[in-house]
C-alpha cells in the first residue's frame, strides 16, 4: 500500500518523480520494489521531500552517514533531534548499518560505542551524542507477509461485532504456539480483573507457565490479595457479587498487612497469601512491576512510586518481549503501548471500544481489539489455552 | 422508603401532616404501614396534594368512585385522561376494586362490562368509557419483600465490575427455578447474537425449553438464516470471523430465498433451513414476533412492517410473561420494557452501560444490567443453565 | 490506493498480471490510470478475478452486455442476482453505458424501457428484467479530488479529540456554500434534539432556509411540540432542567390533543403550536417523514406505522439531497445511510463514538463523525452558519 | 431518607426497635430528628449493629471515649483501625467532641497532641496513635437542605438527555456566586482540553481569577506549551484540525525546549510561552499541581513524578476548596475525588458516562455529571461566566 502513498506526498509537496522500476513481489514471501527518482525546487525543497519519505521507511540510496550532536545539559537534546518511531531503525555509522537498540515511539537515538541506543529524554546525559536530522538513519515498518494466518486477519480492526469465541480460540492457539516455540508472553492487567472474577483465570495462566511478565498496578495486588484473604475485591463477596458489611476495610486492611510483613513476596513465603495472581507470580518467580498512581491507597512495599523509574523497568522487562494481553486498562495499556517495538503482538481487551481506539491513535497500530468483558474472556481464554495446549 | 418521600412531599407542597399511626414490618415478610393526616391550604390545594401523593401509591381513603369520560372520537381522548404507570393498579368502581388489565406504562384506562382495560392511545375507540382523574384509582409499586434473594441483591445496579460468571450463574437458576413451577421466559435479541456466534447457545435455549417467546427484527432471522444457510454472518464466517469474497451479498440471497418459499416456516418445512433461533421456534413452536424497522431490507415475509400492529402483537404475546431476557437490542429492549408491568423480572445485557441506563430512565425500574459481551454470555449461560437443570 | 490492491488481490487468488500502462496525475486534479493485463489459469478462474476485480471498481475492457433474468413472482429474485453498492453504476446494455438511477446499497438493477433503474426486493415485481452477475456491470468508486478541502480532511476518521469548535466552523462554511450554489440539505434528527434543549438552533436552522428536508419519528415531533405547549420535555422543564409534576402525562397530552385536530399541520394552522422543529417545517413548507418505531405512543397522525413505506418515502425525499446532518441518533442514521449514494455529504453528530463507527462499518464510508453533545453542537453550529451567512 | 433504612438495617441484622421520639423538620430548613432504642440478642449482637447503625450516621448517646492504639512501625498500622469515610467526622476524646482535620476517605485518624488527624496509611509514623473500633467516633452525613438550589438538582443523576446550555448557565451562575462571597475553585483537567482546542477558555478562567488551584499532569502541560510554541496538539494543528507534517515530533520539541529553559516557570519568564492555561497561571500565581503517570514523555521540570508525594501535595493544596471541576480525565477525577471531603461540590464533565458513574461508585457520592464534550463546554461556560459577571 505504501508505493501509492509514496507518489501522493512527493506531489502534495509539489515534488515530482519518474519510475525508473518497478516490481511486485509475484511470490507471496516476495516483497515488492520500486525505484523512483525524485525531483525537488532546490536542495532545500528536496531534502524536505526526503525527510517525508523517510518516515514512510523509504531508502534513501546515498547512504549518508548519520548526523550527531552533543547533549548540551542531562535531559537537554541538540536542535532538531531525531525523535524515533516504533519501527525497526538502522543508522548509517562508519559505512554500514547498524540497528538502533530497544526501540520504542518518541525517543531519541544515541550512538555509543559504535552502538545505537534508544533513549527516552530524561535518560540522556550530557555530552550524549543524540542522533539530529533524518540523514543516514533508515526505518523498516512492520511487512505484513501476504500469507496471512487466522491471527492476523483479526488486525486493524475494532468491533463488537464479531465470533467472540472463535477469536478467543485464535488468541489461545497463538498463545500455545508461541510458548511452543520459546516466545515471552506479557500481561498488562487492570483491577476489573479481580472484580469481575477473572482472577483465577489469570492465576492459572501464570501458574502454568504461559505468562512470562506481569506488568500493573497497586489495585490489581491489593484486590487480588484482597480476595485472597477475605474472599471480597473492594468490599464485595467475589463468590456472590454482594457487598459484604464492613467490606469497604478489607482493602486497607488488605494494605496494612501487607506492609506489616514487608511486601507481597513475604506475605507468600508466610503462608498469608494462599492465592491468586500474586501468589502464582511469586511461586513461579515471574517478574512483575507495579507502577504507582495519584489513586493508590497504601501503596504495597513492591510499588514503584516515581513513575519514570517504573517505566524504565517496564522498558528493561519487555525486552525480548513476543506477545503482550492487554486487559481491561486504558492508562497502562497506552504506557506499555508506547514502550513497544511495532513487531510485538498486542492484543487489547475492553468492553469500550474508545480504549482500543485511542491506543492505536496513539502509535501502536500493531494493536488488536477484542471488545468484551474480561470477566468472561479471562475463563474462556484459560480453558482454550489447556485444551490446545492438550492436544 | 416510601415514607419519608411521601413526608417530604406534603412538605415541598406547602402542605401539612400529622402521623397518626406508624408501623414497620417487624418479620421479614410483613409490610410496613403508616396513617397520616394532611392538611392543605383549601380543598384544590389539598387535591394537589393527594394527587401526587397517589402517585406514590399512597392510597386515599375515602374510596371514592372512579371517574371516566367517553372518548369522543377514534384515538381522542377526554381531557385530564388518566395515564397508567407500569405497576398494580386498581380502581374503585361500584363500590368495589377492579384490577386494570394488560397493565403497560404511558397507556389510558377504559372501562367496560365492569372490566377495565389499559389501552395505547390508538386502540381507544369512540364512546369508549376512560377513566380521568386520580380518583378511585389506586395503584401498588412493587413490593421489594425483605428477604432478598441472590438475584434481587443485583437490582438497582449497572455495573461491569462484578463478578460475571457469578452473576450469570445466579441467572441461570432463576431460570431453571422459574421453569420448574411452570413460569414463563420471553427472550428480546437483537442481530449482535449472530454476528458474535452466541446464537448455537440461544437455539440451545430454545430447543432446551426454556424460551416461551421470541421478539425480535428481521435482521435476527435474516443472519440467523444466513448462517445455516451460507455459514455467513452479514458476510462474515462464522467460524474464522474473516470476510468472505461475495459475502455481502449473503443477506440479500438470503432474504429472496426465504421469499421465493413463502417465508421462514416454508423453508425450514422444506429443510432450506436446518439449525439455528429460528428453525428452534419453528420445530418447538415457540411463538415469535418479528417487528420492522426502517433499517431492514426484505424483509421476510413474517416481519410485522406496520409497527402499531407489531407492537400490539408484541403486548398480547407477553402476557403471563414472568421474566424477560433482554439481549444486546437498544431499540426492542425499550420498546418491550414499555409494555412490561413492573412486576416481570426484567435482565439487559449489553456491552454499553447506557442502554441499561437509558432502559431504567425510561421507567423500566425494575431492570437489572450486566454489562457484558453477549457473544460470551449466552454460551455460558446456556452452559450453566444445562448444568443446573441436570443437577 | 487501489492500484496496489488491485495488484494484490490478483496475486491472492493466484492470477498473474503485466503492467501496460501507468499514469499518475501529476496536477492536483488528474486522476490515475493503469491498464493491466490479467492471466487465469482458465476461463472459469478468470471470471473469478475478474469479478472480484470488478467490485474494486476496475473496468474490464471487452464491454459485454449486462445480462437479465425475469423476476418469477413479486419480490422473489433470479439466482445469481446483481446486488448493488452505493457507488455511481453504469450498466453496459445496447451498446451503451446506462447510469442506474436511484442507486443505494444492497439493492437489485432493474431494466426497464431502457433505463437501469435500482430497486429494494420488495419492490420487484413479477417479470421485471433484474441484472445478473457482474457482467456488464461498472462501478465508479467515489474520487477523492488531490486537492482536498477543509472540509474533507475530516473524512475517515472519528475521535473526540479535536478542535470541536473548528471542525464546527468548517461544517458551517460547507452549509452555507452549499445553499449558496442551490445544494439541499437533510436532516435526521433523534428526540435528544429537544431534551438537550438544541431544538430552537434546529429550529432556527429550517426557519432561515439552511434545511430542505427533515427525517425523523415520531418522539421528536411529540417532544418538540411538547415543549411548544407544555414547555417541557418527556415531561422536564426545559428552561431549568427540572421534572414538572406530573409531567409524565404530557407527552401523551400532546399526542391526544395533535390527534384531536387531525394532525400537526392542523394543530399548526390553528395556532396550537406556535414554535419548534415542527412549527418551522410547516410554516416554511419543508417537507418531513417521520417513520414509526414499535417505541412510538400514540403516534401523530403525520407518522408513516408501516416501515417500508416510511422507507421508500424517506429514499423518494432524499433524491437530490447533497449534504445529509444526522444527529444523535443510531437507527435512523444507519436506516438513512443505507439510502444514499457514496457522493451525499455525511456528517454524523454523537456522544458516542460507537454510533459513527457503526454508520461506517455498515458502508456509508463516507460518513465523517464528529463526538460531540448535539446539546451544544446545534447552537454553535446555528449561530456560525448565521455569522458566515451574514458576512 | 435515612430513617427507614435505619430501621431497615436494624431489622435486616435481626435487632428489634421502639420509636420514641419522632420528629420531622417542618420549616425547609430544618432538620429531622429521631431517638429509637435498639434491642439486640446479647450485647456483641448489639455491637454489631450499632457499628453499622454508626456508618449511617446514627449518633450513638452514650458518648463513650475514643479507643486508639500505637502503630507498631512506620506505615504499619493496628488491628482494627478505623477507616474514614469523606463525612465530616469527630471523635469523642476527654469528654469532648473533636472535629478529624482534613477527611478524606479509606484514610486513618491519629490524635496528636489533642487533635485528630486524618492520614493516608503510607504518613502513619511509629508511635502514632491510631483509632480503633467505632467507638467514640461519629460522622455526618451531607444534609440535603430542603429548599434545594437550581444547582443541586442536578445531583445524582448522569444523563447525557439534559439542557445542556441551561445546566452550564447554572455551573457559571455558582462559580460566579462561589468567587462573590471568597469561595475557591479548584479544575481538574485532562489533555482533552488542548486536543479540543478549548485551552483559551480555560486560559480565561484563570485569567479572570475563576480558578484557584490546576490539578493535572505533564501531557496538558505539554501540550498546552505546543500550542504556545509550534501552534499544535499532538502535532495536529489547533486552527484546521489537521496534522501538520513533522508535527509528532513538536510534543517532544517542546519538553526538550522547557527542560533546556529549567521549567515552565522559566519559560514564561524568558517569554517563550506566551499565551495558554500554564502562562496564565504562572503569570497569576495560580498554584498548580501536575501529577506524573507512566505514559509521560519529558516530563516537565515541574511533574512530580513520585505519585505518593504528589498525593499528598494535592491533598494539601486541595484544602479550603469548595468546588472542584473535573474536565475529561478519568483518573485525575477518581484520584482527585478520593481526596475530596464529601462537602466539596464536584462537577464532572465528560463524553462518557462511564467516567462519572465510575466516580460515584468509588465513593464521591457528590458529584454531579455533565455528559457533554469538553470542547464546547469550556467556551460556553466561560461565555457564561463573563456575562454573568459583568450584570
Known amino acids: 500500500m505504501i508505493f501509492p502513498k509514496v507518489l501522493d506526498l512527493i506531489l502534495d509537496l509539489e515534488g515530482e518523480f519518474e519510475i525508473v522500476e518497478f516490481r511486485i513481489g509475484k511470490k507471496k514471501e516476495d516483497y515488492s520494489y520500486a525505484r523512483i527518482i525524485v525531483f525537488g525546487e532546490n536542495e532545500e525543497h528536496l531534502n524536505l521531500i526526503l525527510k517525508e519519505l523517510h518516515k514512510m521507511g523509504a531508502k534513501i540510496p546515498e547512504s549518508e552517514e548519520v548526523e550527531v550532536s552533543p547533549a548540551p545539559e542531562d535531559k537537554v537534546l541538540p536542535d532538531n533531534f531525531y525523535v524515533t518511531t516504533n519501527n525497526r531503525t538502522f543508522i548509517h555509522h562508519i559505512g554500514k548499518w547498524v540497528e538502533v537498540e530497544g526501540i520504542a515511539m518518541d525517543r531519541v537515538i544515541v550512538l555509543k560505542n559504535g552502538k545505537a541506543i534508544c533513549l527516552p529524554i530524561n535518560e540522556v546525559k550530557k555530552g550524549d551524542l543524540v542522533v539530529i536530522g533524518e540523514r543516514g538513519v533508515r526505518i523498516i515498518p512492520p511487512e505484513r507477509p501476504r500469507k496471512s494466518t487466522y491471527f492476523e486477519f483479526m488486525g486493524g480492526k475494532v468491533s463488537s461485532e464479531r465470533p467472540t469465541e472463535k477469536m478467543i480460540e485464535i488468541i489461545a492457539r ?218
Chains 1, 2, 3, 4 share one sequence.
Open 174 to 391: 497463538e498463545i500455545v504456539e508461541l510458548k511452543r516455540v520459546g516466545g515471552k508472553i506479557a500481561v498488562v492487567a487492570g483491577p476489573a480483573v479481580n472484580h469481575t472474577a477473572a482472577r483465577d483465570a489469570l492465576a492459572g495462566l501464570i501458574r502454568d507457565g504461559f505468562v512470562d511478565l506481569l506488568l500493573s498496578g497497586n489495585a490489581l495486588a491489593v484486590h487480588d490479595i484482597e480476595i485472597s484473604i477475605f474472599g471480597t475485591s473492594l468490599g464485595m463477596d467475589i463468590k456472590s457479587g454482594k457487598p459484604v458489611p464492613g467490606g469497604n476495610r478489607h482493602h486497607l486492611y488488605t494494605i496494612s498487612k501487607i506492609i506489616a510483613v514487608g511486601g507481597i513476596k513475604n506475605a507468600v513465603e508466610k503462608g498469608m497469601v494462599r492465592d491468586g495472581i500474586m501468589f502464582e507470580c511469586i511461586r513461579k518467580r515471574i517478574p512483575f512491576i507495579l507502577a504507582g498512581s495519584i489513586r493508590d491507597d497504601g501503596p504495597l512495599p513492591e510499588v514503584i512510586t516515581d513513575v519514570m523509574i517504573a517505566k524504565a523497568e517496564m522498558k528493561k522487562a519487555l525486552e525480548g518481549i513476543d506477545m503482550v494481553l492487554m486487559l481491561a486498562t486504558t492508562l497502562h495499556s497506552i504506557a506499555v503501548g508506547n514502550l513497544l517495538p511495532s513487531w510485538v503482538k498486542t492484543i487489547c481487551i475492553d468492553t469500550n471500544p474508545a480504549t482500543v481506539m485511542k491506543l492505536i491513535d496513539r502509535g501502536t497500530y500493531q494493536a488488536i481489539g477484542v471488545v468484551t468483558d474480561v470477566g468472561l474472556f479471562l475463563p474462556t481464554l484459560y480453558a482454550k489455552v489447556k485444551e490446545i495446549a492438550h492436544s
